[in-house]
């Protein structure tokens, strides 16, 4: 059996948004057990040019469900950047997985011979090269980026908490 642009573009992204929706109970336990305002963490950044952690979160749940939309054939719904709360991240993760869990496997019919545009880049990206060099590295980057915020300000994730079950 192959692995199909509808594994890759909800399972595996649902996968990371529940991951992620983890670390961020892990960052609420560790500012709850330690009396810290939570806006320390979720506005932190691991430099000063990058995001901070609320906007990393921000970008995973809209990189997720481009992706998954746009090898559907649709636009990806548009979600305010207005979060400012665990709580609110988590809700937008949540709004986040039922929106890719409403696509079927059958809106990814042929989607290997869409092109997929972006306002950012000048030209029309083949459906693999948006997913394989596009989408799946921003998605792992950014909550990558967010799990090194969260490890850099002592909460205790690992990589199990990471990578998630399997």
Known sequence: MSISYYQLA????????????????????FCAERKIDESVLFNDRLAPDMFPLSRQVQLVSDMTKGCA???????????????????QLKERIKKT?????????????DCEKRNIKLPWYEDALP?????????????????ATAYNILRHNGVPVGKRDYIGKI
Do not use: C, W
């Not at 939309?69 to 709580?87: I, K, M, V």
């Not at 459906?127 to 998605?139: E, G, M, S, T, Y």
């Open 127 to 143: 459906a693999d090269v948006f997913l394989l060099q596009h989408a799946l590295p921003n998605i792992y980057f950014h909550i």
């Open 10 to 29: 909800t399972q595996s992204t649902t996968r990371v948004l529940n991951n992620l929706d983890h670390l961020i109970d892990m960052a609420m336990i």
């Open 69 to 87: 939309a746009r090898l559907a054939g649709s636009e990806p719904p548009s979600y305010a950047d207005t979060e400012t709360s665990f709580e």
């Open 97 to 109: 997985i039922d929106f890719i869990a409403t696509l079927k496997e059958s809106n990814f019919a």
